[in-house]
Nanobody
Framework: QVQLVESGGGLVQTGGSLRLSCAVSGRTFSNYAMGWFRQAPGKEREFVSAINWVGSSTNYADSVKGRFTISRDNAKNTVYLQMNSLKFEDTAVYYC??????????????????WGQGTQVTVSS
């Protein structure tokens, strides 16, 4: 069993920054890939970013490239999402997810086995 707990969400003005954290427990964190997804009201959940097991490979949705940075600290069992130059359209609940079946990055939500409860990010215009 794996548990994921997100933190760091909140209210920020357009152009501001937030850093999300996802603390993971229950399995050997360094053995699998991690991802961030988000879901805005009335919309489907969408891929944001992913990172491989050692942090050497990352992937981003086009909408966040150049603004968001994913990273992980395997010693702390934590994955991060640094979000800069936030836009109103970034407003959503952000979820971290663990893919215990692979060490490679993936933007496909169905490959992720475990999910956190989410943290709200609200960007005011």
């Amino acid at each position: 069993q794996v548990q994921l707990v997100e933190s760091g969400g909140g209210l920020v003005q357009t152009g501001g920054s937030l850093r999300l954290s996802c603390a993971v427990s229950g399995r050997t964190f360094s053995n699998y890939a991690m991802g961030w997804f988000r879901q805005a009201p009335g919309k489907e959940r969408e891929f944001v970013s992913a990172i491989n097991w050692v942090g050497s490979s990352t992937n981003y949705a086009d909408s966040v490239k150049g603004r968001f940075t994913i990273s992980r600290d395997n010693a702390k069992n934590t994955v991060y999402l640094q979000m800069n130059s936030l836009k109103f359209e970034d407003t959503a609940v952000y979820y971290c997810a663990a893919n215990l079946n692979s060490r490679a990055v993936s933007g496909i939500s169905r490959v992720y086995n475990y999910w956190g409860q989410g943290t709200q990010v609200t960007v005011s215009s």
